[in-house]
């Protein structure tokens, strides 16, 4: 969805959208429509994004592996700049930030491409750290059960060390 500057009227434009065509599918796997709302406003000679962002996807444990819904709940603001016409001649693509102010985006047009803002906020959304639950005891590393559903006996120091099978053995 590419907006031009100038079919942004003077009091703004406000709109949601509830299907999932912004979502980076490619990237992640999301369970039913999301939600998003985008507000755009000129000021000055620039452009003012804000949102929000209601997303479920479905991520894989760190600990265990399963796949469990993590709700992305997000709302963020990015600010428009236009480049100068002689910054434009190094310009390599269409994004081009500079400072160290992440949030303005500089575009040597003057078009808003909003899905790509969208998409870009789903990966800033994902947790860096990816867990089931904060109990989850992930995998038994002797025999990979997973021990917040059925624990193994492996931790109780029996089986694995081959001093104990032998032991077993002298019993019988
Ligand atoms: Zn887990
Ligand atoms: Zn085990």
């Known amino acids: 969805m590419r ?10 434009l406000f709109f949601s959208i509830d299907d999932d065509s912004w979502v980076p599918g490619h990237e992640v796997v999301c369970q039913g ?4 709302t985008v507000s755009l406003r000129k000021e000055g000679g ?17 600990r265990c592996l399963e796949s469990f819904a993590h709700t992305l709940a997000e709302e963020f603001e990015v600010v428009f700049e236009l480049l100068a016409k002689e910054e434009k001649a190094g310009l390599a693509s269409e994004y081009f930030c500079k400072g160290s102010d992440l949030d303005v ?3 040597a047009e003057p078009v808003v491409d909003v899905f790509s803002v969208l998409a870009q906020q789903v990966y800033l959304g994902l947790p860096a750290k990816r867990l089931c639950s904060d109990k989850c005891q992930g995998l038994c590393s002797e025999c990979g059960a997973n021990l917040s559903r059925c624990p ?4 109780r120091g029996a089986g694995a060390s081959p001093f104990n099978v032998l032991a077993k053995l002298k019993n019988q």
């Open 3 to 12: 907006i031009k500057w100038d079919e942004i009227p003077a009091d703004g």
């Open 33 to 36: 429509p999301g939600v998003c």
């Open 46 to 62: 620039r452009i003012l994004l804000a949102g929000t962002m209601r997303l479920l996807v479905v991520l894989e444990c760190d």
């Open 105 to 107: 985006v500089y575009l």
């Open 152 to 155: 193994c006996d492996c931790a």
